[in-house]
């Protein structure tokens, strides 16, 4: 599992950062995936995650090398997939805000459980929910702190696509995946705390 999990993260990280749209726009989009990588790795004896966990993982991170390669605004398929489903902007990016709440959902409350910080589920879904909603908060706040200080690179990076309620709709759908999250993979997530110990 760690050898296959290891060789799609790797191929997939190697294939973006071939010949990207714009290497700056690229590192700033990959950036999180390799925090994640060593951070992982950092923890891996002492504080093993769960199969779904490093599966969530892998696929945030495949999300992001994608959206650095292509930039979230040109990724080729939801290009074409524009015209079947009348959208007029490339929503590869909302795929990517969905993603910063679904995951993050889920490392948030193994956390949280293993470490026996919050005990009572309803507190600790208030919790998980209000923790996905400040860092998709704090992620606007980079994506705008890099916008002012890179000029030329700002569009590409922020991919608001001329939509002027783009910030708000990034964070209303890291709100939705971190709810979906904990709606839909609570019980096989709990299943598999329980072998994880």
Known sequence: MRI?????????????????KDYFIWF??????LIG?????????????????????????????????????????????KPYFGFERNN??????F????VPAIIAREILIRLKIVNFACWRN?????????????????????????????????ATQGDVWDTQSDMALALLGAILALLLLARLHDRQLARVG
């Open 4 to 20: 296959l999990w290891l060789g799609i993260y790797f191929a997939v990280l190697i294939w973006s950062g071939i010949n990207p």
């Open 28 to 33: 700033l989009e990959v950036v999180p995936a």
């Open 126 to 158: 208030f919790i998980i929910v209000s923790i996905c909603l400040a860092f998709s908060a704090f992620y606007e706040l980079i994506e705008w702190a890099v916008a002012v200080m890179s000029g030329s690179a700002a569009d590409d990076f922020l």
């Open 92 to 97: 590869y990016d909302r795929v990517g805000h």
């Open 37 to 81: 990588l060593v951070v992982m790795a950092a923890t891996y004896r002492t504080f093993p995650l769960t199969p779904l966990l490093y599966t969530l993982i892998l696929i945030h991170s495949v999300i992001l090398m994608v959206g650095g390669h292509y930039t979230y605004a040109e990724v080729p398929l939801f290009d074409a997939i």
């Open 99 to 102: 993603a910063q709440g679904f």
